[in-house]
């Protein structure tokens, strides 16, 4: 039995490195494979040049490229076809993700069932597949440690989908979920993935997955908390209610001096506009802190304001006498149907309620932002102003009409 | 030349071929498989390199089989042997061959000549 010398080994060595071969142990592979069919020949009679040269003509001039080609491919051929869904349904998910958001932004019907279905795609169907493609990818064990840090970050990921999904559906539970993945998040995911980032080279999926996210993330900042574009819309608010009570105010003024149809009751209404609208002074006063500027108060983010507790006994306070005022002014609104709806509608102080949704109405009228909590009142304040001046013109109106 | 069976043929039962000598011989190199399978084929099936090697190297990825390397005649020679997995995974691949090739037996067997059954 012949066998290959040291030389003739690094000679086609040279020719494997040549053809740039060098997918796993396929030039191991191949180096001995060629090597024993040479030496196969060179007992048939050979000599090593003929030998070789069969060998290779059996090869083909592309032929070592071809093999590792068609092995790389062979192997990587499942992998490959999911990477292809998982481009899909990245595509999918992440268009329906900002489809729902700016239609949850524009007040537009469906947002909600689309922004769910793009959710459920990313993180039942996108995360997932890159989550095994990864592991696929760095040829380890689901349950090893080099492993860990992906499956920690694909638990924070899917926790912090759904706590998405929970709040902006107004399901039970979002508080919960979005504490558990600030934790995850802050405390656990980004301090390693710094580390590993810093450490290692940069991976596709990784960065893929990351960007995606850090979008999500982004978007669901904007589009849960806005608090800043809330508060110029509340101003532009203000502004105009500001300037609707200037006119019920004025108007006011105009009818004051007629006679009314029912002297005692509306004096008795008057007396409770009269302290409902000194207690929002109060209160407007006490968010406004003396300051006049609302423009001001916009921008100071660490604007304490007595007002902090949703249950403070003066709102409470407040909520009896609307209710108190709102049954004086349906006595005076007597049997006029249009009257009686319209301050029913202004002063309805019932809580808000949905199947799975229920918010009180002190805290939808005050949970809000310091410019939010003076909208209120303003706009609580105009609705009183509003309803003494019709109520006041109705009566006028009544009690003329008999002449 | 020898009479060859076409690649088109081939394509589906090289797996289980390969699974079987492995499950036989326990472990073996690429080589020695293509030989292996020339003689007991008589020379009708030949294994190219480019048809062996994507094979192992899938059953490897797949975790069939696994891979020593040892150094050989001033070379490093790689061996290929089943796992536990890969051999229960063998078994169940040459018996859905047996039942294949039963199958087309029944299929192409030379079908009776209906004239001379007449009574």
Redesign the interface.
């Known amino acids: 039995m012949q ?4 030389e003739q ?1 690094d000679a086609i060595d040279a020719e494997l490195k040549n053809a740039e071969i060098n ?4 030039p ?6 060629i ?3 040479i030496e196969k020949y060179l007992n048939d009679g050979l000599n090593f040049n003929e030998a070789y040269q069969s060998v290779f003509d ?2 083909g001039i592309n ?1 070592l490229k ?2 590792q080609e ?2 790389i ?3 990587k ?1 499942n992998l490959m076809k999911m990477k292809k869904l998982m481009n899909f349904m990245a595509l999918i998910g992440g268009i329906s993700v900002t489809a729902g958001m700016f239609f949850k932004l524009m007040h537009w019907p469906g947002g909600g069932i689309v922004l769910t279905f793009g959710f459920l795609f990313l993180f039942l169907g996108f995360f997932p597949a890159a989550l095994m493609n990864l592991r696929k990818e760095l040829e380890q064990k689901f349950f090893s440690a080099g492993f860990l840090i992906y499956l920690v970050g694909f638990l924070t990921f899917v926790i912090t989908g759904a706590a998405m999904i929970f709040k902006m559906m107004h399901w039970p539970g979002g508080g919960l979920l979005v504490s558990a993945s600030m934790i995850l998040l802050f405390l656990i995911f980004f301090p390693v993935l710094f580390f590993k980032i810093v450490r290692t080279e940069k991976n596709r999926i990784v960065n893929l997955s990351l960007v995606l996210f850090a979008f999500l993330f982004a978007g669901f900042i904007t589009v849960s908390n806005l608090n800043s574009a809330r508060n110029v819309s509340n101003v532009f608010q203000y502004e105009d209610l500001t300037a609707e009570l200037a006119y019920y105010k004025e108007a006011m003024k105009t009818q004051a001096s007629s006679t009314v149809f029912s002297e005692a009751e509306y004096t008795a209404s008057l007396k409770l506009f009269n302290t409902l609208n000194t207690d929002i002074e109060d209160l407007k006063s006490l968010i406004l802190n003396d300051r006049k500027d609302i423009y001001e108060l916009n921008f100071r983010l660490n604007h304490f304001s007595l007002l902090e507790d949703v249950y403070d006994s003066r709102l409470i306070a407040l909520k009896e006498e609307i209710e108190a005022y709102k049954q004086q002014m349906l006595k005076l609104a007597g049997n006029s149907k249009d009257l009686s709806i319209l301050i029913n509608a202004l002063f309805n102080t019932e809580d808000y309620q949905l199947e799975y949704y229920h918010r009180p109405w002190i805290e939808r009228k005050f949970d809000r932002s310091y410019v939010g909590k003076l909208t209120s009142l303003q706009q609580l304040q105009k609705y009183i102003y509003q309803t003494q001046y019709e109520v006041l013109r109705y009566q006028v109106l009544n009690s003329s009409t008999p002449e | 030349m020898k009479n060859k069976i076409s690649s088109e043929l081939l394509k589906g039962s090289l797996k289980p071929i390969i699974l079987k000598l492995l499950k036989e011989q326990g472990r073996m ?3 020695e498989i ?1 030989q292996q399978v020339e003689e007991l084929s008589k020379g009708k099936i030949v294994l ?3 048809a062996l ?6 059953l490897e ?1 797949d975790e069939i089989v696994i ?1 020593e ?1 040892e150094i ?7 061996y290929y042997k089943l796992t536990p997995k890969g051999s229960e995974k063998s078994v169940e691949k040459i018996r859905e061959m047996e039942a294949f090739l039963q199958t087309l037996g029944i299929l192409f067997k030379p079908s009776p000549n209906v004239g001379l059954c007449n009574t």
Do not use: M, W
Request: hydrophobic share 30%.
């Open positions: 066998y290959l010398t040291s080994i997918y796993s142990h396929l191991e592979d191949l180096l001995d494979h090597c024993c069919d059996k090869i032929g071809e093999i068609a092995t491919f062979y192997v051929l | 190199y690429g080589y293509t190219t390199y480019g090697y994507p094979i192992l190297h899938k990825n891979t390397q050989v005649n001033n070379r490093t020679r790689v």
